[in-house]
């Protein structure tokens, strides 16, 4: 028998989709509060070919003065994956893990470049463990197929 070797290549990274709203310029660059910032930060990968996938991290940004929206950024930083020869078990974590922590730095820079250039002090986001939420998201598959089992 002869197996063939596991392979991982990246074919390509890129900004899929950023957006930057400043709904309150140009009155909000004269406020001197620090703003509260909230950040929220998902992954998804879909298939694209026969071991081609696209994996994105999609980060929100929101900072808010008081109820006052600062400026919210959102960005999709994307990439496109050849993973061949990886046990089917073994995907979901490579998917879940491996390509975001890959996208990562990117998406820091991505963002941490749009709010500059909007005007604003650099948002610079702080490391993420994607193996906790990678897992985390696993749980709540398996509890929710567990309880429409039920």
Known sequence: MSEQQPAFNIE????????LEIPHAPGIFLEREA???NLQLNTRSDAVDTGLYEVQ?????T????EKVMFLVEAHQAGIFRIQNVPEND???????????ILFPYLRETISDTVTRAGFPPVILNPVN????????QQRAQSGTAETKQ
Do not use: H, W
């Not at 390509?12 to 957006?19: E, G, H, T």
């Not at 991290?57 to 940004?61: A, C, S």
């Open 57 to 61: 991290v999609v980060v929100t940004v």
């Open 63 to 66: 900072a808010k003065i008081k």
């Open 130 to 137: 994607f193996e906790m939420i990678y897992n985390q998201s």
């Open 12 to 19: 390509k990274i890129y900004v899929r989709d950023l957006s």
């Open 91 to 101: 995907l979901g974590p490579v998917l879940g893990i491996g390509c975001p922590n």
């Open 35 to 37: 703003p509260q910032v």
